[in-house]
């Protein structure tokens, strides 16, 4: 549904013994489009050139795929899908969405990351549908090499990530007033011994060096949630600025201590029901296995 030509509206896929076409539909209300100064008119709503262009596919004897940035509700609602084959939705969670068949048709759905890779399995019928399938996750671990053709562009990609981090320090680091919010762990040392023990026996205690291990340790969507306060008010900045802010600390379930310290324990620094806390970064789309009652244990503490 892109009209000015610059995709093809259809693409022809050839594998020994069967014949695929592939569309994609692009939600018109999320165009890149919206937001930038362009022409809206080129993502179109109307759906009647797709009905007609798959219905020619499967009456060719094709396997249809239609491939959509709606999730499947809306697709179901808003698509011409009678004669489609093989549905491809919007990712939801990391892990790929489990394959299942819906008004006849397979619906498959990607992870949000790309740390894995869905695989399915065809066995396709003379009339183009899917008569059996078997799907699949591959974990890419390191046991998965990394394409060599990839290397200089992904090099270049975190280089450009790493200045505009930096960029983004010196600005955050202009716009400070005075004394910030944040104190660290170490603040909480003497008070709090048997918490502080738990946590430097945490993955909590070292996860920027998780980052910096697999070069994320500049990247913004990665960082907010492997520091204390990052993107707030005299919160993380980068590990040579603040390096006592670094790593899942105190202040990143309990709020920020200052007033706690300066007040010798009177004043409260507000802590959140623990699965509350944990929410904030643990949820579906990074951590889709976490659960409060298994995690809970590894980091479990209280009042000393």
Request: glycine share 10%.
């Amino acid at each position: 549904n892109w009209l000015d030509g610059t995709f093809p509206a259809a693409q022809p896929i050839a594998r020994p013994g069967a014949r695929l076409r592939l569309f994609q539909w692009l939600d018109p209300a999320a165009s890149p489009l919206r937001e930038m100064q362009g022409d809206q008119r080129l993502v179109s709503a109307a759906t009647d050139d797709l009905a007609r262009r798959l219905a020619e596919a499967r009456d060719n004897g094709e396997t249809t795929l239609l491939a959509t940035t709606l999730p499947l509700e809306r697709a179901r609602a808003e698509l011409p899908l009678d004669d489609v084959a093989i549905l491809l939705i919007a990712a939801s969670t990391e892990r790929p969405g489990k394959a299942r068949v819906v008004d006849g048709m397979l619906v498959l759905s990607p992870g949000t990351r790309g740390m894995r890779l869905g695989r399915v399995d065809l066995d396709l019928g003379d009339d183009g549908r899917v008569a059996s399938w078997e799907a699949s996750v591959v974990e890419l671990t390191d046991t998965v090499p990394d394409a060599p053709r990839m290397a200089d562009w992904y090099a270049a990609y975190n280089d450009a990530l790493r200045e505009d981090y930096l960029r983004q320090v010196e600005a955050r680091k202009a716009r400070l007033s005075g004394q910030g919010p944040y104190v660290g762990a170490e603040a909480c040392t003497a008070c709090h011994r048997d918490a502080t023990e738990a946590w430097h026996a945490s993955a909590h205690a070292g996860a920027l060096g998780v980052l910096e291990r697999v070069g994320k340790a500049f990247d913004p969507n990665c960082v907010v949630c492997h520091s204390v306060g990052f993107g707030k008010e005299g919160g993380f900045l980068a590990l040579d600025e603040t390096p006592g802010l670094a790593n899942v600390q105190c202040e990143s379930c309990h709020g920020p201590g200052r007033a706690h310290v300066a007040s010798g324990g009177q004043a409260y620094p507000g802590a959140r029901v623990a699965a509350e806390a944990c929410a904030g970064c643990h949820h579906p789309h990074h951590s889709p296995s976490f659960d409060f009652a298994a995690y809970w244990p590894r980091i479990a503490h209280g009042r000393d």
